[in-house]
Structure formats: structure tokens, C-alpha cells
């Protein structure tokens, strides 16, 4: 029986600077690499990868920005760009293939008063597979040229996406979406002889997505709400959190190699309940 042995390692370390200006501001700069096992579903690793040396893998990720604060304190932001590579395991082709993302995330918060404050959350993000994607993927029966009910009941695939022309060339990972926005409001009450007592409501809205195949199916855009409520007296706390509040019907696609033939609806409204006691 033929082993395999790779005694090779990857060191990950991080370098940041960041200064201080007499304005409240803060620019700073970040530059890190990290490697990680590639690992399959079930967090095996295969010994062919072991064989031709792709069992360890390396990403990068570069960010300059700059934060802020202001109103004594109360106000707090920060902006930043980033350039994010990282690698992705296909587990039933066994081929590795480089992702790149790059972005602009947006950060604010808010305290309005002793008991309201506010925080937005955003990104701006690009998503990049690099190509030739050598993985095994399932296609639509569309794809493979059967049509409507034709098609029903069959498994189409595809053992090397890059027989597609325009996967043998970097393309936009499409189920990952372009922008998420988040906009939250907390109140909070002053501590009185009942108790104190606090709400958290929240939006989050998430632009479209779709399969990755030339002509996919398109998961429209969707806004979520949340809300939170809290109640303390003495060592008692109860919580209750809402998600989904309006219970929104959305889709998102199945990651990995069912993105183009998969689709996730949403979690219906769900609520949790927490009575906790300190001693």
C-alpha cells in the first residue's frame, strides 16, 4: 500500500500600522497571510493532495482605511478597502481553485442620548473566481440542452466547469452578494426600582444573487427585520430575540458544487426565549 508524507509547514503572521491625527482620525493599514489544511466535508484530508503537495493552502488579505470619532465620543466610524485571496476545495474532483474578493465596508455608530443609540453596518464587495475552475459541478438540465420536463428526474454534471469557455477565465462568483446593509436602533431605559429594560430593532437588506452558470436563475434582493427585548431586576434577566420579524419568504443558493441546481427558502419567523439567573 502505497503513503504519503509531506512534512512541510506555513507560518501566519500579521502586520498592522495605524496614526493618530490631532482630527479624530486614524488611518491605518493591515497585511496578513494564514494557511489552512484543506480539508473535505468530512474534515478528512485526501491523501492525493497529500501526493502532488496542495494539501496546505495559503491566503492574503490586504486592508488600508481609516476610523474616526467624534461628538466627544458619541459618534464612532470607520471606512476601509480590502483585497481578500483564499482558495476553495472541490471535494469530489479534488481540485483546488483560488478565489479573490475586493471591497469597501462601512462602519458607524451612534450614541444618540444616555439610552438610544444607532449602528450601520455595509459592504460594497466583488467576488472573483480565478480560472481555469477545474471542479466537478452539477449543471441545469437547460445547460446540457434538455429542457423542461425533459430534463425531469435527471443528474447533469459537469467533471471540469472549465469545458464552459467562459470558466476558463476568471468569473464573477455570483452567489455571493454584492452588498449587505444593516441599520440597527437600541433603546435602553435607566435603572429604576422595577428594573431596567431595553429593545433592539433592526434591517438588513442583501442585493441579489444567483446560480453561476451562463443564464442561472436570478434570488431577488430581500429586506429582513429583527427585534430584540430584554428585562432585568436583580439577578434575573429575560430575553426574547425575533427574526425574520414580518416572516419574509427569500432564496439563496446552495454553496459548492449545487449552487447552479439548489436553492435554500428562508427560516420563517423564529422566536427565542432566555430566563437567565445569576448566583
Not at 488579505?61 to 483585497?83: I, M
Not at 471535494?91 to 444618540?112: C, F, P, Q
Amino acid at each position: 500500500r502505497k503513503g504519503y508524507d509531506d512534512g512541510r509547514g506555513k507560518g501566519t503572521y500579521t502586520v498592522s500600522a495605524s496614526y493618530k491625527t490631532p482630527l479624530g482620525l486614524m488611518p491605518y493599514a493591515t497585511y496578513a497571510e494564514t494557511a489552512a489544511v484543506e480539508v473535505s466535508q468530512a474534515s478528512d484530508v485526501n491523501p492525493s493532495l497529500v501526493g502532488n503537495k496542495s494539501w496546505l493552502s495559503g491566503s492574503d488579505l490586504r486592508e488600508a482605511g481609516v476610523k474616526g470619532q467624534w461628538l466627544d465620543g458619541a459618534l464612532l466610524g470607520s471606512v476601509s478597502a480590502y483585497r481578500q485571496t483564499r482558495t476553495a476545495l472541490n471535494s469530489i474532483s479534488n481540485t483546488i481553485t483560488g478565489h479573490r474578493s475586493k471591497g469597501i465596508e462601512v462602519e458607524l455608530r451612534w450614541v444618540a442620548s444616555r439610552n438610544l443609540s444607532f449602528a450601520f453596518n455595509g459592504n460594497d464587495q466583488k467576488t472573483m473566481v480565478k480560472g481555469p475552475d477545474n471542479g466537478f459541478i452539477y449543471i441545469p438540465s437547460f445547460v446540457a440542452l434538455t429542457p423542461g420536463v425533459n430534463g425531469y428526474g435527471g443528474g447533469y454534471a459537469v467533471f471540469a466547469y472549465s469545458s464552459f469557455p467562459q470558466r476558463k477565465v476568471d468569473y464573477r462568483a455570483t452567489a455571493v452578494p454584492k452588498n449587505v446593509l444593516a441599520l440597527h436602533a437600541t433603546y435602553v431605559t435607566d435603572a429604576m426600582t422595577w428594573g431596567r429594560a431595553g429593545a433592539t430593532l433592526g434591517l438588513k437588506h442583501v442585493t441579489k444573487t444567483s446560480g453561476t452558470v451562463p443564464g442561472a436563475v436570478v434570488y431577488p434582493a430581500y429586506t429582513v427585520g429583527d427585534a430584540s427585548l430584554f428585562y432585568e431586576r436583580g439577578p434575573w434577566t429575560a430575553t426574547l430575540n425575533v427574526d425574520n420579524l414580518t416572516d419574509k419568504l427569500y432564496f439563496t443558493p446552495v454553496a459548492d458544487v449545487y449552487a447552479n441546481i439548489a436553492v435554500l427558502p428562508s427560516i420563517g419567523r423564529t422566536a427565542r426565549f432566555t430566563l437567565k439567573r445569576n448566583f
